[in-house]
């Protein structure tokens, strides 16, 4: 990712300034960027320096602070940023805040926040929030742009921070006062005479502050403990609800203007990112005003409004923080009169969402996160202009368990424009692997069973398994760290040594993962392979994929970043294990039931090459082996072996 110095021209417009210190991170966050904010140019900082001189060139729009760990000096810079942009917008990445200050706050004030670990498709739809339309603000303390910063702000910022500060405060009127912190809390404040939680409530009153920050010291006087959320809360509620100004009996003034009833579709959207709801929320208003939207931040809240409204549309997020979106399905489903209404999934679990829409008759469409406000705002007209679904009987209950056989809701006919404009918004996931292949039962194993006697060399079977990537971590040199993964199909091949076995074993026969046997340090003792009807058919190796989230892993010498790919785009790489022939074991009829194969080392490679041969490819280790209730292989972590 470019610095400044190949940044774009000062002319161009809308240009999102990312400052962050960590290589793969920026890396990361850069690609994100080109998938849902692709118009606008991104430059990276990784100083303040740097970033100062930016902002003086070319006036970005846009601003995304990392500020773990934190930097020295954030205070004067957010301070001149206020000066220089008073209508720029700001994300800040860093420790999380409290949850009970982001959702009180929303997106009141100058800064949002996002804190880490993150998912990319919480990142990005904080991201089309900051850049998409906002609706204005009746309250005292206006949002969404650096113009609108205050005291909380620049204490959410160092508390962002993570690590320890000291913030001095001067307001208008001649009074002083500091704020102390100590890993993301805050923990001492003084104004005057006053100590504690009391003088923390006055400086969060007072107006035209100027702001100075000071070294801090490892021990920090305490006089505000926990009751600092509290005490912020308080602060939010009289800030969003001004009382009325107070009107002379005698002063005439207009009536206010009749507020217009509005008379559109009724959508209720539920999702616990604040930064989403405003987004969608804001998104659908400024391309239809009418529409009636009402926003739920939990599932429980989410039904409730659902069940009230009975709306023409619900916009549904699948990770809640009460209910998975699934069983809100379910519970809409066994509801009669909210059976008929449509539901439009919006997340970024993408293979838990298709199994929802697989599910759930009244999930209509699906909309992988992060998305664009046209492709949403496409996606929602057509869903409405579909109608409701067919609404059910109490007596026609639909058997929502999986064990149980269903009627399925009857769809509105929807002409084929529509079904092809569907068909291009739902993320496209990997083909599951046929049901069947885990349905097969055992063979018998009571027949016969030849055992290979033969040298060691002999014995050789170099087994090729393509897997799909879960995670990847990052070396700080970007190079490829750890991996987990599972794999992307049960079918292998095999390339076997052994004579007898060539001769027991039909040519073409193909085989699948069967009953794998740990050892006693829980890594892969033996695996067990199974005739398959399905031939091998090699997979193609994917080496790029689309960052679905980040996080930062804490290392014995330095922080590591781990990337989980989005699941519309899987990268798909390929193991090769070099194994030993146990035994063929044969059925009673002959045929051969399954192949035993000892795995003496842990030691692996893999590849992205499909020509490679078992010799090459990168040397992993694999370790953490995980496996399903049938004891085959479910997933594995593969960690780069120590060179000789």
């Not at 069940?307 to 066994?334: A, F, H, K, M, T």
Request: net charge neutral.
């Amino acid at each position: 990712m470019p610095s400044h110095q190949s940044s774009p021209k000062a002319s161009s417009p809308g240009s999102i300034l990312l400052l962050e210190e960590y290589d793969a991170l920026a890396a990361a966050i850069g690609s994100a960027l080109k998938k849902f904010a692709p118009e606008h140019p991104v430059v990276r900082a990784r100083s303040l320096a740097e970033a100062d001189e930016f902002v003086a060139k070319t006036r970005p729009q846009v601003l995304i602070l990392d500020v773990d760990p934190p930097w020295s000096g954030i205070t004067t810079f957010i301070e001149k940023l206020r000066n220089a942009l008073p209508t720029a917008r700001v994300l800040v990445v860093g420790s999380r805040i409290p949850d009970e200050i982001l959702t009180s706050r929303g997106s009141f004030g100058a800064l949002q926040f996002i804190g880490k670990p993150f998912e990319l498709a919480a990142f990005g739809s904080a991201m089309q929030a900051v850049l998409g339309p906002w609706g204005e603000s009746g309250s005292l303390n206006p949002r969404g742009s650096l113009r609108a910063l205050n005291t909380l702000d620049v204490l959410l910022l160092h508390c962002a921070g993570g690590g320890n500060f000291v913030v001095d405060l001067n307001d208008e009127t001649g009074g002083s006062g500091k704020v102390c912190g100590s890993g993301g809390q805050i923990t001492h404040a003084e104004a005057g005479n006053l100590i504690g939680g009391a003088a923390l409530r006055q400086i969060l009153n007072w107006n035209d502050v100027r702001w100075n920050e000071t070294k801090a010291t490892s021990q920090a006087r305490r006089t505000v403990h926990d009751d600092w959320i509290e005490i912020a809360l308080a602060y939010l509620r009289q800030t969003e609800a001004p009382a009325p100004p107070q009107i002379s009996p005698e002063e005439e003034r207009p009536a206010p203007a009749p507020t217009e009833t509005k008379t559109g579709k009724k959508i209720v959207v539920i999702d616990d990112t604040e930064m989403l709801l405003i987004f969608v929320e804001d998104v659908l208003a400024t391309d239809d005003a009418q529409l009636q939207i009402t926003t739920a931040l939990t599932g429980a809240e989410g039904i409730e409004q659902v069940e009230r409204i009975l709306p023409d549309l619900v916009l549904l997020d699948y990770s809640l923080p009460d209910i998975n979106g699934d069983q809100i399905c379910r519970r809409l489903l066994e509801n009669e009169k909210t059976a008929g209404v449509p539901v439009l999934m919006m997340s970024g679990h993408v293979a838990e969402m298709k199994a929802t829409a697989a599910l759930y008759q009244n999930v209509v469409a699906a909309i992988e996160k992060p998305f664009l406000s046209d492709a949403l705002v496409q996606l929602v007209k057509k869903t409405l202009e579909a109608g409701p679904r067919q609404r059910r009987s109490a007596a026609k209950k639909i058997a929502i368990r999986a064990n149980e056989p269903t009627s399925p809701i009857a769809p509105v006919a929807k002409p084929a424009r529509e079904r092809q404009r569907t068909a291009q918004i739902l993320p496209r996931v990997p083909a599951p692997v046929t049901p069947e292949l885990f349905e097969t039962p055992w063979p018998s194993l009571s027949g016969p069973a030849i055992v290979n006697a033969a040298t060691a060399d002999a014995n050789t079977a170099i087994l090729g398994l393509f897997l799909e990537v879960i995670s990847m971590q990052l070396t700080p040199q970007l190079q490829m760290g750890a991996i987990r993964a599972r794999p992307a199909s049960t079918i292998v091949s095999l390339h076997l040594s052994s004579a007898t076995a060539h001769g027991a074993i039909p040519p073409q026969t193909a085989f699948q993962l069967g009953r794998a046997e740990l050892n006693a340090e829980g890594r892969i003792s033996s695996i067990r392979l199974v005739p398959s009807t399905h031939p091998f058919q090699r997979t193609q190796t994917q080496s790029a994929f689309a960052i679905g989230g980040v996080a930062l892993i804490p290392n014995h010498t330095r922080t590591r970043v781990q990337l989980t790919p989005a699941g519309s785009t899987p990268m798909t790489v390929e193991l090769i294990a070099q194994l030993e022939l146990s035994s063929v074991q044969l059925s009673n009829t002959f045929q051969i039931a399954q192949l035993l194969l000892k795995w003496p080392t842990n030691i692996v490679r893999v590849t992205l090459n499909p020509k490679a041969t078992e010799r090459t490819g990168a040397a992993f280790e694999s370790s953490e082996i995980k496996l399903d209730n049938s004891g085959r292989l479910a997933e594995l972590l593969l960690k780069p072996a120590p060179k000789a």
